[in-house]
């Protein structure tokens, strides 16, 4: 079964940092590129970010070049994010999400971790 | 940036109800479309892939069609566990962009 769980979420302050994580079981983690997808509280989905299996091809949204980072580690079956230089607008539920094979369909989703970016 | 567009953003509608969400891109996106459902307090999850694939698991109920600007997403006969959220999401391009949502109510 596969699994994505989250973790690293919390209260921090605005400019602050925190490295989101993911872990990943069930499948075989090195075949799959990964992405994040955020949820401000009662909003929609935003795409933020996504790496290729081998983590040598990045893609982010515009709005967090510069201040976030998409990371993996194959041999951990994890995925990560750093988040800096934070801003309330950060705030949000952050998921990660299987690719499936080839494609940008997010096949399986953890359940989410919150940061809130609050003096 | 592709920007998508879902309409209604609200629907209330009965048990048994046909309903149909319509995205529309600002731009051709051939068929890379695909519809998430979010039910409150859950992650989102895949129903239809590549505007009219079902994704495993996905009751027949469900339907989607459409091609290049105009995509429909067709529940044929609500059940109580229907009611939520719906998501169009482009992967045609970079940046990826996801439509605003249709949620849906029971009546």
């Known amino acids: 079964e596969v699994q994505l769980v989250e973790s690293g979420g919390g209260l921090v302050q605005p400019g602050g940092s925190l490295r989101l994580s993911c872990s990943a079981s069930?499948?075989?983690?090195?075949?799959?590129?990964m992405t994040w997808v955020r949820q401000a509280p009662g909003k929609g989905l935003e795409w933020v970010a996504s790496i290729k299996e081998d983590g040598s091809v990045k893609h982010s949204m515009d709005g967090v070049k510069g201040r976030f980072t998409i990371s993996r580690d194959n041999a951990k079956s994890s995925l990560y994010l750093q988040v800096n230089s934070l801003r309330a607008e950060d705030t949000a539920f952050y998921y990660c999400?299987?690719?499936?094979?080839?494609?940008?369909?997010?096949?399986?989703w953890g359940q989410g971790t919150l940061v809130t970016v609050s003096s | 940036d592709i920007q998508l567009t879902q309409s209604p953003s609200f629907l209330s509608a009965y048990v048994g109800d046909r309903v149909t969400i319509t995205c529309r891109a600002s731009?051709?996106?051939?068929?890379?479309l695909t519809w998430y459902q979010q039910k409150p307090g859950k992650a989102p999850k895949l129903l239809i892939y590549s505007a009219s694939t079902l994704q495993s698991g996905v009751p027949a109920r469900f339907s989607g069609s459409g091609s290049g600007t105009e995509f429909t997403l067709t529940i044929s006969s609500l059940q109580p566990e229907d009611f939520a959220t719906y998501y169009c999401q482009q992967r045609n391009d970079y940046p990826i962009t996801f439509g605003q949502g249709t949620r849906l109510e029971i009546k």
């Open positions: 069930g499948f075989t983690f090195s075949n799959h590129w």
């Open positions: 999400a299987r690719l499936a094979d080839g494609t940008s369909i997010f096949d399986y």
């Open positions: 731009q051709g996106i051939r068929n890379h």
